[in-house]
């Protein structure tokens, strides 16, 4: 059963940073790239960063780019999202997920407020 659980959001306010982590089980975690999504209130949700199975590569939403960092660890089978310089339009709903097939699998998300 593929199971990811998320953890690490909450109340911040502009320039702060957050870590987001993931625990993934019920996969060949090393074996799969692995991505960070986030959905604004009003907004579909869109794809902020991915990494690849052996971490080497990673890829981010221009948004982003500069202020975001997404790694793993694949001895624990967790994937993170360090977030810096936080800004207001980063507020959403945050959430890993993998393509296992046709099916993609999401976490129950953690909630990111940036706000002063």
């Known amino acids: 059963q593929v199971r990811l659980v998320e953890f690490g959001g909450g109340l911040v306010q502009p320039g702060d940073s957050l870590r987001l982590s993931c625990a993934a089980s019920g996969f060949n975690f090393d074996s799969k790239l692995m991505r960070w999504s986030r959905q604004a209130p009003g907004h579909q949700r869109e794809l902020v960063a991915s990494i690849s199975e052996d971490g080497s590569i990673t890829h981010y939403v221009d948004n982003v780019k500069g202020r975001f960092t997404i790694s793993r660890d694949n001895v624990k089978n967790m994937v993170f999202l360090q977030m810096n310089s936080l800004k207001p339009e980063d507020t959403a709903d945050y959430y890993c997920?993998?393509?296992?097939?046709?099916?993609?699998?999401w976490g129950q998300g953690t909630p990111v407020t940036v706000s002063s």
């Open positions: 997920n993998v393509r296992l097939g046709t099916t993609i699998h």
